[in-house]
């Protein structure tokens, strides 16, 4: 059984990508697998773990997008969008066009 984890809030500056960058290191350290999502159109956890957002070809906006025009295939989509880290913390990356996915939901 797994868990599930949102940290949000309206307001930038807040310690959201401290707490999830911190949540999930500590997470693996403790041997549990962990997956965090970059919801952020500034990426910058994506950044943070070592990533160039405009580098990733695949990221949370693609699987947004997938999500609307290709239901069926989601699994494929998902699957595809996880970066598998060397550090334990696997990430699904976000980067400018995260806005363009919202945008079209």
Known sequence: M???FSASNFKGGCGKTTTVL???????????AVLVIDGDGQDNLTAALGYTPAEQPRTLSNLLLAAIDYPEDLELHLQRAILRTDSGVDLIPAN???A????RL
């Open 2 to 4: 797994g868990y599930i």
């Open 22 to 32: 911190n949540l999930g290191a500590a997470l693996s350290t403790a041997g549990k």
């Open 96 to 98: 400018r066009h995260l």
């Open 100 to 103: 363009d996915a919202a945008a």
